[in-house]
Each structure stands twice: as structure tokens, then as C-alpha cells.
């Protein structure tokens, strides 16, 4: 169990760190293919959905049964839904400013002022949000499955790439500091180990084979909503359809290969 503890938690610091990513290509890339991102997004939805699917949900209804596990399920989509409407996080004026360098080119201490909060409260609230994505990353993870814990954790570092992107590139047009940006966007994916170790510090006294079962069921209810309500609606808003649901369809293709190989 130590062992898959100690792995577990490399993971999910990975993943949440991996905003960093996002950081460094913001400011190191001068005109982004955001069409790219789109299809990047749709690929982690599609990873997301289809281990939901066809790996957790399935393995908690063989261990725990049908009715226990779709009550984990829908209590894990319930829980992240309850946080996403305490936290609320708007892309739009991220999309905006991600997508029109020229409006962010002028200079001006209210503009600036304006850009640095637009910064600053997109890393709050991605930092709130990466808090469960810990938890879910930690809890695949924490099971033994070294496969099934390195996929998840991939696909969430996939979808924390943009958010780092997100943080980074208001506050670079706002002060110029590409290492402000980074700070910023690095900080803001703390709070995915940070969840995890929280996490596994209340589940502990508690954790039994039927419990994490159950987990897992909970784990791919956050993940579907995360895929639905966050992923692709902001994958559309930088690409085509089209794109998107290439995206979508590599990702499952990608995760089914994945487990055929595996099984």
C-alpha cells in the first residue's frame, strides 16, 4: 500500500504541475494554433469519457454492484458540480485574451490592472478546481493499478496544459514578467497534490476494497462532468466541431487500445 501511495502521489504532482507547461508555451510561442488546443481538449474528454465508461464505473459495479456503484457515480458528479457552482469559472474572457493578442499589445495602468485581475482570479479558481482533479488522480492511483493510475493522470495533465496557458498569458501581457506568468500558473497546480494529500489524510482510517471501489465510481463522475461542462464546452470555443470530435475519437481510440493491450 506504501508503494502505491508513494506513486500515487508523483502522479497527481505531476499532473497538477503540468500547468507549468501551459505557462512556458503561452509565453514562448508567439501565435499559438489555439486549433490545436481544441483538438488537444476533445483528445483528454475522450480519454476522460471513455475510462469513465468502460474501466471505472464497470469496475465498481462488479465489485460493489450496479445500485451502490451509480450512487457513487452520481454523487461524484454531484460533489463537483456543487463546486463548480460556489467556484464558477468563466473562459470567456480567457478565450478573448488568449485569442486576440492585438487587444492585450497596448499599454495602460487600468488596462494592465485589468489584465493582472483577469490573471490572477482565473489561478484561483483553477487552483479550486485542480483541488478534486488531486483527489481523482490520487484515488485511481492509490488502487495498485499502475496503468489505470497513469492514464488518468495523463489526461488531466492534458486539460491543466490550456488552464496554465489560461493564467499565464493575461498576466504576461499585463506586466511583462514572464517569470510573474509562471509563478502564477506554476502556483495554481499546487493545489492538485495538495488535494490529493488532503484527501488521502481523511479517507485513510477508512479506506476498505468496498470503499475504493466506490471511489472510483465517484471519480468517474467527476471526470464525466469535467469532460462535459468544462472540456469540451472550451475545446469549442477554440476550434471547429470538426476538430473537436477528432479529438474525441482519438482520445477513446488511444484509451481503447490502451486497455485491449492491457487485458
Not at 464505473?57 to 456543487?82: P, Q, R
Not at 492509490?142 to 488531466?156: F, P
Not at 465510481?217 to 461542462?229: F, P, R, T
Amino acid at each position: 500500500m506504501e508503494g502505491s501511495v508513494g506513486f500515487a502521489l508523483l502522479l497527481t504532482a505531476l499532473a497538477g504541475l503540468s500547468t507549468g507547461i501551459g505557462s512556458a508555451i503561452a509565453y514562448f510561442i508567439r501565435q499559438p494554433k489555439y486549433s490545436y488546443l481544441a483538438v488537444m481538449l476533445g483528445f483528454s474528454a475522450g480519454v476522460m469519457v471513455y475510462i469513465s465508461f468502460a474501466e471505472l464505473l464497470k469496475t465498481a459495479v462488479e465489485d460493489v454492484g450496479f445500485g451502490t456503484a451509480n450512487i457513487a457515480f452520481f454523487t461524484g458528479i454531484a460533489f463537483i458540480a456543487t463546486v463548480d457552482l460556489l467556484i464558477p469559472h468563466n473562459y470567456e474572457e480567457e478565450r478573448v485574451v488568449n485569442t486576440h493578442p492585438s487587444v492585450v499589445s497596448g499599454k495602460g495602468s487600468r488596462h494592465d490592472s485589468v489584465l493582472m485581475r483577469a490573471g490572477i482570479f482565473t489561478a484561483l479558481g483553477i487552483a479550486i478546481h485542480n483541488f478534486p482533479e488531486g483527489l481523482v488522480t490520487f484515488s485511481s492511483a492509490a488502487t495498485g493499478d499502475v496503468a489505470l493510475g497513469t492514464v488518468v493522470a495523463v489526461a488531466i495533465a492534458i486539460h491543466n496544459i490550456p488552464e496554465g496557458m489560461a493564467v499565464s498569458v493575461p498576466i504576461y501581457y499585463a506586466t511583462g514578467s514572464r517569470r510573474k506568468a509562471f509563478v502564477y500558473s506554476f502556483s495554481s497546480g499546487l493545489a492538485e497534490p495538495v488535494g490529493a494529500l488532503i484527501g488521502y489524510a481523511i479517507l485513510l482510517p477508512f479506506m476498505t476494497p468496498r470503499l475504493m471501489s466506490s471511489l472510483l465510481a465517484a471519480v468517474a463522475g467527476i471526470m464525466i462532468y469535467i469532460s462535459l461542462d468544462e472540456l469540451l464546452p472550451l475545446a469549442h470555443r477554440y476550434g471547429k466541431e470538426h476538430l473537436v470530435i477528432a479529438g474525441i475519437g482519438a482520445g477513446m481510440v488511444v484509451m481503447a487500445g490502451s486497455l485491449f493491450l492491457l487485458t
